[in-house]
T-cell receptor, first 114, second 113 residues
Framework: AQKITQTQPGMFVQEKEAVTLDCTYD???????LFWYKQPSSGEMIFLIY??????QNATEGRYSLNFQKARKSANLVISASQLGDSAMYFC???????????FGEGTQLTVNP | NAGVTQTPKFRVLKTGQSMTLLCAQD?????MYWYRQDPGMGLRLIHY???????AKGEVPDGYNVSRLKKQNFLLGLESAAPSQTSVYFC????????????FGAGTRLSVL
């Protein structure tokens, strides 16, 4: 069974600073995908970034980057130059080898302070 | 682009009542999913579909049924609602490509009294 662990229930960061949100995963699959989603207070789930298990480069999307350490089974999200609008719940998720199911972590609530 | 549309957005039911949640996507995606989100928890998969006419159970399927009669629609039914089914329900869809990125609807907040 797959498992995603997000050990930080809440994180605080000052505006314009960088922040790292932790995610570790457990799987016996060789092929898998890792995702990060953002859920603002309005409730919708917004896709941020994807990393495939065979990707050699860390994924980047604008101010978001994924620090992928396969041997440690970690897939941390780095947000650079935090903005007030980054305040939200962030979920790490993993897709199984069948390619059709996501397992989510419990989330990290990020608060960006002015 | 509408993307993934869920109806209704809010609903209050009494124990034992039935209802159907509708999910519609306009991205021609093969795969569709229903999740529930409870306070302090991530999303948990209820049922999913990998194509028109097919459905499969997820992590928490009990008390729910689904149907995918058309490619663009995925229905979630509660035959006899229970207070334990009070939750926020999310529908998602994805293409069948290697990335399989799931795109979500805005959610349905359901309360069962």
């Amino acid at each position: 069974a797959q498992k995603i662990t997000q050990t930080q229930p809440g994180m605080f960061v000052q505006e314009k600073e960088a922040v790292t949100l932790d995610c570790t995963y457990d799987t016996s699959d060789q092929s898998y995908g890792l995702f990060w989603y953002k859920q603002p207070s309005s409730g919708e789930m917004i896709f941020l970034i994807y990393q495939g298990s065979y990707d050699e480069q860390n994924a980047t999307e604008g101010r978001y980057s994924l620090n992928f350490q396969k041997a440690r089974k970690s897939a941390n999200l780095v947000i650079s130059a935090s903005q007030l609008g980054d305040s939200a719940m962030y979920f790490c998720a993993m897709r199984d080898t069948s390619g059709s199911r996501l397992t989510f972590g419990e989330g990290t609530q990020l608060t960006v302070n002015p | 682009n509408a993307g993934v549309t869920q109806t209704p957005k809010f609903r209050v039911l009494k124990t034992g009542q039935s209802m159907t949640l509708l999910c519609a996507q306009d991205m021609n995606h093969e795969y569709m999913y229903w999740y529930r989100q409870d306070p302090g928890m991530g999303l948990r998969l209820i049922h999913y579909s990998v194509g028109e006419g097919t459905t499969a159970k997820g992590e928490v399927p009990d008390g729910y049924n689904v149907s995918r009669l058309k490619k663009q629609n995925f229905l979630l039914g509660l035959e006899s609602a229970a207070p334990s089914q009070t939750s926020v329900y999310f529908c998602a869809s994805s293409s069948a490509d290697a990335l399989n990125i799931q795109y979500f609807g805005a959610g349905t907040r359901l309360s069962v009294l």
